[in-house]
């Protein structure tokens, strides 16, 4: 018996809406089929080919439907959400701020004016913020 959680031995189910409709196809393109040689037999090639034809374009549909039916779902990875903070530095005091990423933000930009000196601050790093638990590993 097939464990449904972990993935294995367990078979893809068609869903009852596409066998339906692969057997109405089906019937479809077996009667096409039927009549192209019919139509052959009388002689009438130009209607016999064009009856193989649309049958003949049934089973190749048939065959992808229940192609893509058993397709296995796509798995989405989920990214997971992370703080981004920018590392603000004066040259002239040596004052170390550190803020919330904020769009236009980039590496060496100096038009920061400096809270403490009024001087030109620089952007000095951009990074994701550590989790608790990413700090005990280190």
Not at 50 to 60: D, P, T, V
Not at 96 to 119: A, N
Request: with cysteine; aromatic share 10%; proline share 6%.
């Amino acid at each position: 018996m097939g464990d449904r959680g972990s993935g294995r031995g367990v078979i893809p189910q068609v869903p009852w809406v596409v066998i339906l409709g692969a057997l109405a196809l089906g019937v479809f393109s077996l009667l096409n089929l039927y009549l192209g040689f019919q139509a052959y037999a009388s002689g009438r090639a130009e209607q016999a080919s064009y009856y193989i034809l649309i049958g003949s374009m049934g089973f190749a549909a048939m065959g992808y439907m229940f192609f893509r039916a058993r397709a296995p779902p796509l798995r989405r990875t989920l990214i997971p959400r992370v703080e981004v903070v920018t590392t603000i530095e004066c040259p002239s005091c040596g004052l170390k701020r550190v803020r919330s990423f904020e769009r236009g933000d980039y590496i060496f930009r100096r038009d920061i004016p400096c809270s403490k000196c009024g001087g030109q601050a620089v952007i000095t790093r951009i990074h994701r913020k550590r989790l608790p638990e990413e700090a005990r590993q280190l």
